[in-house]
Nanobody, 121 residues
C-alpha cells in the first residue's frame, strides 16, 4: 500500500518562493513518474509539471522557467520548487505519483491530499 503526504504550502508574497513536498510511504519499489496539478476555485484542474521515469521534465507554459519538479528516490519524495510566485499561482496543489510497489511489482497511482498555496500581491 502507498500513501502520499503533501507539505510545504502556505502564504507567500508575490515574487517569493515555496517548495512543496510529496512524500510517499509504504511498500514502494520505485517511483516511476510524478505530476503536480493545481486547482483554483472555479477553474479546471491544471497539470503544472511532470517528471517521467527517465527524469525528463515538462511544465505548463504558465509556470515554465519558474517552477521545477524533482525527486529524491532514496526518500521516496517528489518536490515542486516554485519561484517568482504570482497571485495567479494561488491554488490547491496536488501531487500524483505513479509507483511500483514491492509486491509483484504492481504499478499504482496515488494522489496527495492537496496543499494550499496562496500568493498575495
Amino acid at each position: 500500500q502507498v500513501q502520499l503526504v503533501e507539505s510545504g504550502g502556505g502564504l507567500v508574497q508575490a515574487g517569493g518562493s515555496l517548495t512543496l513536498s510529496c512524500a510517499a510511504s509504504g511498500s514502494i519499489f520505485s517511483i516511476n513518474a510524478a505530476n503536480w496539478y493545481r486547482q483554483a476555485p472555479g477553474k479546471q484542474r491544471e497539470l503544472v509539471a511532470t517528471i517521467t521515469s527517465g527524469d525528463t521534465t515538462h511544465y505548463a507554459d504558465s509556470v515554465k522557467g519558474r517552477f521545477a519538479i524533482s525527486r529524491d528516490h532514496a526518500k521516496n519524495t517528489v518536490y515542486l520548487q516554485m519561484n517568482s510566485l504570482k497571485p495567479e499561482d494561488t491554488a490547491v496543489y496536488l501531487c500524483n505519483i505513479h509507483a511500483s510497489i514491492t509486491t509483484m511489482r504492481a504499478r499504482v497511482v496515488r494522489w496527495g491530499q492537496g496543499t494550499q498555496v496562496t500568493v498575495s500581491s
